[in-house]
């Protein structure tokens, strides 16, 4: 069955810092994948999707990696501040046509000032 | 951008008793609405997929008798948790896909928290 992979330990960083996380699949091959922030309490966030035929994206302090081979993606946060501190959520679609999505258990992310 | 509300955000019930929850999409038709379900420190877990006017799909090991899924309009689902047991309390999103600027994209709720005493 699928499996999406996150670190689940907590990742601890100092403010200004780039916090990398990391998101492993197996058996599958997603068209796409998606990072999400969850916050406590309260639904995901979109924050920013890439697809299968593109290496890196970037958004503001974001990029998001994704190798086909290796399966993996990495997210990372630029310049952290204490205000990233959160859940952050590696996403991909079943390829059923039905666009259902399915979630990794998170990565927290704690950042210190 | 698009929003996605759910209502209530938090309901406390007793053994035995229904509840049902309301996601509505609220600038947006929603072609697709999904229901997941979170437990502590865990994934959401897809629940269900929902299209408007026809039965919900329901994943492996979801029981549709417990968890009915309505879907009656193109921004309007609910899911109504029957015969609710402690077991059940946990958290419930729902999420709403619709074409958006071209885009078919999947917009969240804000999650409702159940707890069944």
């Known amino acids: 069955s699928q499996k999406i992979e996150q670190n689940s330990e907590a990742l601890n960083i100092q403010e200004g810092k780039t916090a990398t996380l990391t998101c492993n699949y197996t058996?599958?091959?997603?068209?796409?994948l998606q990072w999400y922030r969850q916050d406590p309490g309260r639904g995901p966030v979109f924050l920013l999707l890439?697809?299968?035929?593109?290496k890196e994206k970037r958004k503001e302090r974001l990029k998001v990696t994704f190798d086909t081979t290796l399966k993996q993606s990495l997210f990372h946060i630029t310049a952290s501040q204490p205000a990233d501190s959160a859940t952050y959520l590696c996403?991909?679609?079943?390829?059923?046509?039905?666009?259902?999505?399915?979630f990794g258990a998170g990565t927290r992310l704690f950042v210190k000032a | 951008g698009a929003v996605v509300s759910q209502h209530p955000s938090w309901v406390i019930c007793k053994s035995g008793t229904s509840v049902k929850i309301e996601c509505r999409s609220l600038?947006?038709?929603?072609?697709?609405m999904f229901w997941y379900r979170q437990f502590p420190k865990q994934s959401l877990m897809l629940m269900a997929t929902?299209?408007?006017?026809?039965?919900?799909?329901?994943e492996q090991g979801v029981e549709k008798d417990k968890f009915l899924i309505n879907h009656a309009s193109l921004t309007l689902s609910t899911l109504t948790v029957t015969s609710a047991h402690p077991e059940d309390s946990s958290f419930y999103i729902c999420?709403?896909?619709?074409?958006?600027?071209?885009?078919?994209?999947?917009?969240f709720g804000p999650g409702t928290r159940l707890t069944v005493l």
């Open positions: 999420s709403a896909r619709g074409y958006i600027s071209g885009s078919n994209e999947q917009f």
């Open positions: 058996n599958y091959s997603p068209a796409y």
């Open positions: 890439i697809r299968e035929n593109e």
């Open positions: 996403a991909l679609d079943k390829d059923t046509g039905g666009f259902k999505t399915i």
């Open positions: 600038d947006f038709q929603a072609t697709t």
């Open positions: 929902s299209n408007e006017g026809s039965k919900a799909t329901y």
